[in-house]
């Protein structure tokens, strides 16, 4: 019985026994003999087949896995992701010194055997018994693109590459076989072009073309004769022969080729030993790879697009079929991302908020009518180090947001107006609005049980000074939180869940709104998309449009391009014309005169609502022009932070509003974006204003109200819109520290989404 060698494995005699196997069952192969189930070669052994008949006939070439690319709305390239850097290219476009140099060393006789090489296959017998192992190998270049193709079909699944390379015979058989189909179906040239773009060259590099660049910055059709040799040299042992790591290992193994292509005739001697004295020349270019890569901050975006490709069912019916076609890359994605809305959200973020600051900041701006995303950033880079976060603020926690988006504070209360004027409430509906009081209770709800306030709740506006009664008008541009209260209970909470439905506003997780008067005040966590997407709606006359962030995709198949669906938006109607303009006209009173003063734009129409939250853990501004909704959230991700005494972009905030910080970022990022664009007017309606304190029982009766929503509706005819003007206050005077309370157990929102109480301004 044939002994063991003292350390393990096989043999000198049962190695060269092994590999005499092969080269029968090569000879076999050739002659077309169909091989036993069992037999003195050990075919039965795991991994092998029955028989060499019962192999599938045909070899499908796998669509090889290579970069995608994602541009901008323009053209311009964001970043390149892939799972594989690889770029396909013909053979025209491959340098004719690689062509050899691969040759040369990996199978000189290429161009005079078929698919198996018996001479070489009886060379490395003969070696291997001499040095009593297997140094030599013996497989044709056509063997080895069979291999790589099983690797290649196997992805990243580590089962499927074991089985891909296993070693034994079984799989060799097949490797045979369908090199026979290849060499008949292909021909030489193809087969050495598909070799040259599937073989991995180290060092993230997939294929020539990627490792010319990775290696010397030049596409593969420009490498001279010492380059060549070089890469030809590292297929073998990509790590043992890596030049950036062992330069003096690679360049012996460099000149190992150019000698080989000396003998084989390839080159001259003097060729040879002239490259052989040259060094190696490595311009090495770092992988540029991923989102993380991204242009003007845009790497939270390029990663939304990734999860909306990976999620839509409209790029296949199952995740694993999504992925499938994400990892095998060769996309060129189109988005929506305007490159000068991008800048000026990135550069307005990095003025207002520094990186090292204990808050950070995010934006997202949407055009009104389509749902285009134009512009998505925040201060906190991305990346995986200090001071750097994966997850984007902007969006939902499905998408790679935070876990439950982050309370909104009197941002919400547009909404609420929105649906009771949809009710029927006139724009100048009337209430008390007390400085203080209970939560009004039961209110209706959208379910036979009503809501009660069984703990004896209480609001309060922001400033003592805040006492009604109040008109809608002067409510909403002094932000007065009472007033929203009782409108929410005068309405019932059904018609503000149905508004936020039609606008698809839903928490951060997911989950729809819960039905509680503390919604009026934006204690749910919701995203900046979220906000800017719903306010785009008012900016449309009434009309919300899905979010989409994606143009147009072709993907490389083979030798051609094929286009792919896309998500489209879908835009419904969420509100009348008439509800919308009337909120238009409310919100330019925000800016004109309001809490938003500072985030007004002086050259054009525009509107917006400030909020910030119960223990200032948040701030936000969501404003808009007819053409471009944006929002801006400032906060801590971890609800942490009490925005008071505070340094932000190296300022001193004493208390943080919303129309202060998150303002004039929203301010700066829509008069970039916006720069040498139409600027439309709203369709604005006239809303009497209050009748002052002395006129008060000598209204003409155009009103009518009685505090409970029964007065007539005086909604005035259309006029047109003139510009705003911003003072420099924001938070509208000295106004006391925030200490009204919702009622226990209606938060929503924990860990990343936090637990603000909402209703600050």
Not at 230 to 243: N, W
Request: aromatic fraction near 6%; include cysteine.
């Amino acid at each position: 019985m044939p002994k063991k060698r003292s350390g393990g494995g096989l043999s000198p005699f049962q190695q060269s026994a092994k590999f005499l196997g092969v080269s029968v069952l090569a000879g076999a192969v050739m002659a077309g003999i169909a091989l036993p189930a069992a037999g003195a070669l050990g075919l039965a052994a795991k991994g092998s087949v029955q028989s060499f008949d019962e192999i599938p006939d045909e070899l499908k070439s796998p669509q090889l896995s290579q970069r995608t690319t994602i541009l901008d709305s323009e053209g311009g390239q964001i970043a390149t992701v892939y799972s594989r850097d690889r770029t396909v290219v013909d053979l025209k476009d491959i340098s004719p010194y690689m062509q050899k140099a691969i040759v040369a060393i990996e199978d000189s006789r290429f161009y005079e055997h078929g698919a198996v090489d018996l001479k070489g296959v009886l060379r490395a017998l003969n070696q291997n018994a001499q040095s009593g192992g297997v140094s030599q190998g013996a497989s044709t270049l056509t063997q080895q693109l069979v291999k790589n193709y099983f690797v290649e079909e196997a992805g990243d699944d580590p089962t499927k590459v074991a089985q891909a390379t296993q070693q034994t015979l079984g799989r060799k058989i097949r490797e045979l076989k369908y090199a026979i189909q290849l060499e008949e179906k292909l021909g030489k040239k193809k087969i050495l072009e598909n070799y040259l773009n599937i073989t991995f060259f180290g060092e993230q590099a997939y294929g020539i073309e990627a490792a010319a660049q990775r290696y010397f910055s030049k596409p593969a059709k420009d490498l001279n004769l010492q380059e060549s040799a070089l890469l030809a040299g590292i297929v073998q042992s990509p790590s043992r022969y890596d030049p950036v790591n062992d330069e003096a290992e690679a360049t012996k193994r460099r000149n190992t080729v150019l000698q080989r292509m000396a003998e084989t005739k390839d080159i001259s001697q003097a060729e040879a030993d002239q490259a052989m004295k040259t060094p190696l020349g490595l311009k090495v270019s770092k992988p540029n790879n991923g989102c993380i890569t991204a242009v003007e901050g845009a790497a939270f975006f390029c990663k939304y697009v990734e999860k909306v490709f990976l999620s839509d069912p409209v790029f296949g019916k199952t995740k694993e079929e999504r992925a499938k076609i994400w990892n095998q890359g060769g996309l060129t994605i189109r988005t929506t991302l305007d490159p000068q809305a991008q800048e000026s959200v990135q550069a307005s973020l990095k003025d207002h908020v520094n990186q090292t600051d204990k808050v950070t900041a995010a934006a997202t701006l949407v055009e009104p009518g389509t749902g285009k995303i134009v512009g998505m950033g925040q201060a906190t880079p991305y990346g995986y180090g200090k001071n750097e976060t994966e997850y984007n603020y902007s969006v939902n926690y499905s998408m790679g947001g935070s876990n439950f988006g982050f309370p909104t504070g009197s941002t919400f209360k547009p909404f609420v107006a929105a649906a009771a004027l949809e009710e029927g409430r006139p724009a100048t509906q009337e209430y008390a609005s007390p400085y203080e009081m209970e939560y009004p209770s039961p209110v209706q709800t959208c379910d036979s049980k009503p809501w009660v306030n069984t703990g004896d709740d209480t609001v309060e506006n922001e400033a003592e000074s805040e006492v009604g009664p109040y008109r809608l008008k002067d409510a909403m541009a002094k932000s007065v939180n009472t007033y929203f209260v009782q409108m929410i209970s005068d309405i019932g909470l059904c018609p503000v869940v149905d508004m936020t439905d039609n606008l698809h506003v839903t928490q951060g997780n997911g989950d729809k709104l819960p039905e509680s008067p503390s919604i009026a005040l934006g204690a749910v966590g919701l995203s900046p998309l979220t906000m800017a997407t719903a306010y785009a709606s008012f900016a449309a006359r009434g009309m919300y449009c899905t979010p989409v962030a994606i143009e147009s995709i072709t993907q490389k198949v083979g030798e051609s391009q094929k286009s792919l669906a896309v998500p489209k938006s879908t835009c419904t109607r969420a509100m009348s014309e008439k509800t919308a303009d009337t909120v238009n006209t409310l919100l330019s009173g925000v800016i004109d005169s309001g809490t938003g003063q500072a985030a007004g734009l002086t050259d054009r129409a525009n509107a917006g609502k400030t909020g910030t939250t119960d223990s200032r853990k948040n701030a936000w501004f969501v404003g808009y022009t007819p053409n471009l909704a944006g929002a801006v959230w400032v906060g801590s991700a971890t609800q942490k932070v009490e925005m008071e005494n505070i340094t932000i972009g190296g300022v001193w905030h004493d208390k943080v509003y919303g129309g202060q910080v998150p303002g004039p970022i929203w301010k700066d990022a829509m008069t970039g974006a916006l720069e040498g664009k139409d600027s439309p007017s709203f369709n604005l309606v006239n809303i009497p204003d209050a009748p002052k304190e002395k006129d008060k029982g000598n209204d003409d009766g155009d009103n009518g109200d009685d505090g409970n929503g029964n007065g007539g509706q005086t909604d005035g005819g259309l006029t047109t819109t003139g510009t705003t003007t911003g003072g420099d206050t924001g938070g509208g005077g000295t106004v006391p520290t925030p200490s009204f309370s919702i009622p226990e157990g209606f938060l929503q929102g924990q860990g990343d989404g936090g637990n603000g109480t909402g209703g600050r301004d």
